[in-house]
């Protein structure tokens, strides 16, 4: 399946954005999907990610309960709601999506794990 990213931008702290990734190419709702942003220097980490049906989700500590994942899988689009935005959350942010069978529990959380990616889409948050 190939994913683009879209929705970053420039936003101040305490504010919202919302960031979608677009899937083309195949059945989109067998494939577990993710998000991942990396700054640079640094290691690309998970941020939160959903099952092919859209009813399991998972968060990193960082992000819980401020973000929310969701997905249209009619649309083939998944979403990243981003709220009470902080300085820290500037980075780039990929979507990706793998529809291999998985063999370990918490592999949602490890990039190797995916075999697709999105471009990235920056966001910004000013303090």
């Known amino acids: 399946v190939q994913l683009q990213a879209s929705g970053g931008g420039l936003v101040q702290t305490g504010s919202s954005l919302r960031l979608s990734c677009a899937a083309s190419?195949?059945?989109?709702?067998?494939?577990?999907a993710a998000w991942f942003r990396q700054t640079p220097g640094k290691e690309r980490e998970f941020v939160g990610s959903?099952?092919?049906?859209?009813?399991?989700?998972h968060y990193a500590d960082s992000v819980k309960r401020r973000f929310t994942i969701s997905r249209d899988n009619a649309k083939n689009t998944m979403s990243l709601q981003m709220n009470s935005l902080k300085p820290e959350d500037t980075a780039t942010y990929y979507c990706?999506?793998?529809?291999?069978?998985?063999?370990?529990?918490?592999?949602?959380?490890?990039?190797?794990?995916?075999?697709?990616w999105g471009q990235g889409t920056l966001v910004t948050v000013s303090s």
């Open positions: 990706a999506a793998d529809s291999r069978l998985k063999t370990f529990s918490e592999w949602y959380r490890f990039k190797s794990e995916y075999n697709s």
């Open positions: 190419g195949d059945t989109f709702s067998t494939y577990g």
């Open positions: 959903i099952s092919g049906p859209g009813d399991i989700t």
